[in-house]
């Protein structure tokens, strides 16, 4: 049974920072792209940043220059590094693995003074 584990959520202040991991079982981050949703209170789910098999990424216009996606093949895991948090960033934030339709469980990020 593949499986997408999140974790690295919390509670951080405005122009904080927080990473996001997501462990997968099995070995399908070689064979999949990989990306990270949010879910904000009362808006639909929305993709942040998406990273393929060879590295490439993308980000959502809302995240740019703040949120770093990278992959760690060898380990099994991806990361959603966070900076310069702002309000209008708290959401629950799920992995995916793309190729798949494997959705992660969720974390929650919560950012406020």
């Known amino acids: 049974q593949v499986q997408l584990v999140e974790s690295g959520g919390g509670l951080v202040q405005p122009g904080g920072s927080l990473t996001l991991s997501c462990a997968a079982s099995?070995?399908?981050?070689?064979?999949?792209?990989m990306g990270w949703y949010r879910q904000g209170p009362g808006r639909q789910r929305e993709q942040v940043a998406v990273?393929?098999?060879?590295?490439?990424?993308g980000y959502a216009e809302s995240v740019k220059g703040r949120f770093t996606i990278s992959r760690a093949n060898a380990k099994n895991t991806m990361y959603l590094q966070m900076n310069s948090l702002k309000p209008e960033d708290t959401a629950v934030y799920y992995c995916?693995?793309?190729?798949?339709?494997?959705w992660g469980q969720g974390t929650q990020v919560t950012v406020s003074s």
């Open positions: 995916k693995a793309i190729n798949m339709g494997i």
């Open positions: 990273i393929t098999t060879g590295g490439n990424t």
């Open positions: 099995g070995s399908i981050f070689s064979s999949n792209v």
